[in-house]
């Protein structure tokens, strides 16, 4: 199985409904302050506009939290990143924890990547595949098992990977985040 400790991922935190903003700002400030940058990179309130009409006619923008009370962070897991997250103000812990110093379980990325699509944020494209690459499937139907690079498409960030189904190859989509490189084709 996929070894989650120190790798980056998206995890999410709890804060206390309607404070989300609160906690943001708070978390945002340690980090700078905790010169966390290179562990802590990314926090996200997910969030949809939509627009209600007014009785004079004139439309009002209105901002729905998608996920009320919680928080997305993309961190590296440490036992310092850590500290510094659940100990910010306005913040309650981790979800997927267990408490008593167990540390979170990371988002799969096949369900963070609709999130951050739908808020708008673009993943950095991380193309280091090529036809023939051994890889590792991290998430989904296939997580754990192996397969080969069928095709790329960079635009999409999505790969066609042949893993073994019934001792049949079988082609199956995934984004560049849900695949582990093992080995290079030419290597």
Not at 7 to 19: D, F, H, K, N, T
Not at 127 to 149: K, P, R, Y
Request: proline share 5%.
């Amino acid at each position: 199985m996929f070894d989650y400790e120190n790798e980056r991922a998206w995890y999410v935190i709890q804060s206390y409904s309607g404070c989300e903003n609160a906690a943001k700002n708070n978390l945002e400030r340690r980090i700078k302050s905790m010169n966390m940058e290179d562990y802590i990179f990314r926090v996200l309130i997910p969030e949809t506009v939509r627009y209600e009409k007014k009785k004079n006619g004139e439309l009002k923008e209105i901002v729905e939290k998608q996920f009320p009370g919680y928080i997305f962070v993309d961190m590296i897991v440490t036992d310092e990143s850590w500290f510094v997250v659940r100990n910010t103000p306005m913040v309650t812990g981790f979800l997927g924890s267990s408490g008593g110093g167990a540390k979170p379980v990371p988002l799969p990325m096949d369900e963070v990547l609709p999130i951050l699509r739908s808020c708008g944020v673009s993943v950095e494209p991380n193309c280091q595949f090529a036809v023939g690459d051994e890889i590792q499937v991290l998430s989904g139907t296939f997580a754990g098992q192996v397969g080969n690079v069928d095709s790329v498409n960079e635009e999409e960030q999505m790969l066609t990977v042949l893993v073994d189904f019934f001792g049949r190859p079988t082609p199956t989509e995934i984004h560049f985040e849900e695949a582990k490189l093992l080995k290079h084709e030419n290597e």
